[in-house]
């Protein structure tokens, strides 16, 4: 899986720029204007994941896989608040997915600069993504669309 994830991250970075300039886009205070999706990912994502309330289950149960997972487990305990990370997480992913652009969290890179995440734990998140899909039976494909869309953020979360 490890070499899995190298590969597949240097082949995303290249579309990091536009990901990020998708991402940074001035937010919707009604929360009621859809955003385009990230490039590549089909306008129905949203809908296949269940919609904002779906995209809350997964993002549910990606942090109790996560909180499963001693590789990364202590760094949530010790710098997260799970509540407030399943909420920001949910206004993301709606997001990358085309939802309402509601994102109020930090930048990649400022959330995570003091972290000192690694691959092998970064790896350890993707796997718990998977295993959410899974979980919330959303399909490989759709759920690979979401994880291909945030891969260019690597650089920003592995900073160890």
Known sequence: ???F?????????????????AM??????A??????PI??????????FGGREGVRAWVESLFYYIMLDNRIAPIFREFGNPERQIFLNTQLETMVLG?????QGASMSAAHADLG???TQFNAVVEAAYNACERNVIKYHTCNQLINALAPFTADIVTR
């Open 39 to 48: 490039m590549g990912i089909p306008a129905s994502s949203l809908e296949e």
């Open 5 to 21: 994830m190298k590969v597949f991250t240097k082949k995303l970075f290249a579309g990091a720029a536009l990901s990020i300039a």
């Open 24 to 29: 940074s886009s001035a937010p919707s205070f």
């Open 117 to 119: 995440i690694t691959m």
């Open 31 to 36: 929360g009621e204007n859809p955003t385009s």
């Open 1 to 3: 899986m490890e070499i």
């Open 99 to 103: 939802g309402p652009n509601e994102y």
